[in-house]
Every structure is written in C-alpha cells, then in structure tokens.
C-alpha cells in the first residue's frame, strides 16, 4: 500500500471541510469493502483517506414526511435488520440481506455500495427500482439528484471532489405497492451479481397495474429501467398470467443490450428464471400467492 | 506519511499502537498487537479467514484501515480463552473434529462465537447463514456446523 496520511472527522462539518482542503487527492473510506482492496493492489493514488465511518449522524434510516431515508453510512446489516423495511419494503431487504457475506454485510455502507456504482453492485439497481434520490454535501452546500441522474456516464457518478453522499431517499411504499429483488450469481453467498432484477409494481383499486419500475442489473455499465417491460405491464391485472411474459422480454433485452458480449447467451436464458422469481415475490407480497426464493 | 496513535480495546485489555495508517487492521493485529491467529487468506474479503469481532460484529480485518478501529472493541481467538482455560466453542471444535488444516478456524470459531453471543440456540440453517462468510477447503463443513451445534446445546 502507498503512503498517506489518515484523518478520522467525527461530525459532517469537519469531513466536508477536510475534502474541500484534499479535493481531487483525497479518498474517502466508509466500510472500505471495496476502497481496501483498491489501496492493497495499488489501483488508487492517493495523498490522504478521509475515514468517514466515525459519524454516527449518517447512521440512520427512517421514515420522515412520507418518504423512506437511509443515511448513507447504514450498513446492509442496519437495512437487514430494520423492521420496517423487511415488513414494506421487502425489495431492499432481500437485496441487503444477500450482499456478500455477514462480515461485508457487517462492513459495507448503502452510500459506498452507491457512490461506487460498480457494475455488479448490489443495491444501485434496487434504489433505481423505488426511484430514489441521492443527497449531496460539500462545504458550500446541498444538492439533490434522482439516481438515474446521478448515474448518467458511464461508470462515473456525477458526484464532485469535494462533495459526499450523505442520504439516499424514496417515496414509502403505499399498501398498492409491492417491491421485490433478485440476483443470480454462482452460489448464495459471497457472490457478485450476474444478473440483478428490481421491480417495483403499483395497482389501483380494480387490481390492475398502475405503475411499474422494472431495473436491471449487471448487464450494462450502470442499472437500466427497461421501459418495454414497464410499458407492458402498466394496465394489466396483477396476475401470474401477466407477470409469464415478462421472462421473454427481459431475455430480448439482454440480447439487445449486450449482443456481442460472451456472457451474453447465458445472462439471456438466467434472465427468464430471475424474471419468474421476482414476479413471483410480487404475487408474495401483494398476498396473491405463494413467494419464495 | 505521518505515524498515528491508535487506541482501542485488545481482547478486553486496552491497548495504544503508534504505527503507520497505510496497514490495514489485519497487519496491524498480526506484526503490531502479535495477534497471530488473525489469518490472511485473499486479501479480498472472500474467505473469512481474517475474521475478528469488532464491537462483537464479525468483520474481514483485510478490509478494514488500521486507523478504522480507534475506540473500539476487538476479540481475536487469542481473547476466547480465559486463563487456559479454552471457550465452549473451541472445545467442540476439538471433540467435533472440525479442525484439519487449521486455517479457516480462527475466523470460523469467531463467527460461530459472534452468532451465540446473539442467538445462543440457532437453528442449524442460521448456524450455516452465519458461517457463510467463511471458506474452508478441508472439512466439507460438516463437522464444524457439528462443532456449533454441540456448543449451542442443539
């Protein structure tokens, strides 16, 4: 590991004050499950690692004026653990409770696991499913952006050098709404995402589809809505019937996002049974039938 | 580079290191604080040998900045036992027979341990969630769900 100098704030104020001094030289460090491994073989430079994982004022996750926010330092354990998200917003906490192992479970942060927005991430396709919303610090200020955009180019977020992600929010799922996640990887645990599925489905009083929010992940450079899909889906009645053809047109969609990619043939065919499984976890928590993973 | 203080608590004995901050918590247990049993495995996070109780959570110390720890709690297989006297979870380890290389079994016993300081009576499908963090390429796992199992009483 290269030299640098370490700095621990304990509030907000002080790590926005030390990356405006830093900027572009500095490192931010929250659980370090991904940052560590990048400083051990030498992929990042850096003059100094601004360790943020001290402030407990990022430690939280509540609901506040209808909407749900997780501060950014909330582990996938605090997410897994939270009773009000496994009770209503069992999308993410499917997603948080299959991250990695207990001990990255334990170590790993929402807002890392975000502002990383690796390819593979975990949770960036489920927050893009319930449409949420980032919030961004600097010394000078606040701004607010839909993750959508803050994912705009490729592998970068639009995250400035002396800004932090302190929040990520969404709306609180009404009773119409039922959430759900799934990823295929190579065993259960400790795996990284292949493919990852997020839905989010709304219904109005006659049981039909009134809103759909369907990402996917790990096939393009940063989670994708698939409007196709969505545009299906609104109108139809909650059903399994339904829900069946969504296993081909995710699978044509997989073909024309990555057409030449060598995973391409097996990410197309392991689309179809994300696709039954996370349809069927909707059915599950709109108490239609029977879920299960 | 500037050395740092760091100061955190050492299988229940208060400890100050003045070392270097690019070390990460697993070097720093193992060259600074003569923690040998923390094993270095991948390097990456993967394997759970590296495992250490932090506040009494099981983390990866391969991913973990020395500095990261100032004012917390540390327990290492070196801290399980009191005055040789070996805890409930190491002995089934040794009755089970769930030691054979060795390697993975600091990390695995302080999973194991972590889980029964929550849930002291797991079933066995929380014993296996709890281990998943940690590889082992010997035993087949078995006998050291087994190990878990004897030592929660199941």
Known sequence: MKAFNFYSPRTLTEALDLLDKCKSRATVIAGGTDVVIELTERQRDTDCVININKIDELRYCKVEDGKVKIGALTTFTDLENNSYIRENVKGLHSCAAHVGSPQIRNLGTIGGNVVNCSVAGDSPTTFMALDATVVLQSKTGKREMKLTDFYANCKKTQIADNELMTEIYFDAPAKEVATATMKLGKRKALVIVVVGLAVLIEKDDAGNISRAQVVIGGVSPKPARLPKVEEYLVGKPVSKCTFAPCADLLSDAVREMIPTRASMPYKKEGVKGVSDKTFGQILADFGLQEGGR | ?154
């Open chain 2, 1 to 154: 580079m500037d050395k740092i203080k760091i100061s955190f608590i050492l299988n229940d004995k208060p400890v100050t290191v003045e070392t270097y901050p690019n070390k990460r918590v697993v070097d720093l247990l193992r060259e600074d604080c003569e923690c040998t049993s923390v094993k270095e495995g991948c390097s990456e996070g993967e394997c759970g040998a590296c495992t250490v109780l932090v506040n009494g959570t099981p983390v990866t110390s391969c991913l973990m900045l020395a500095g990261q720890i100032e004012g917390d709690s540390i327990l290492t297989l070196e801290g399980l036992s009191k005055d040789g006297e070996l805890d409930k979870l190491q002995t089934s380890f040794v009755e089970a027979g769930a030691v054979q290389c060795g390697y993975c079994t600091p990390g695995m016993v302080l999973s194991a341990k972590a889980l029964l300081m929550k849930n002291p009576h797991p079933t066995h499908e929380e014993i296996r969630r709890a281990l998943s963090g940690n590889l082992c390429r010997c035993t087949g796992y078995t006998k050291i769900f087994k190990a878990v199992d004897m030592a929660a009483g199941n």
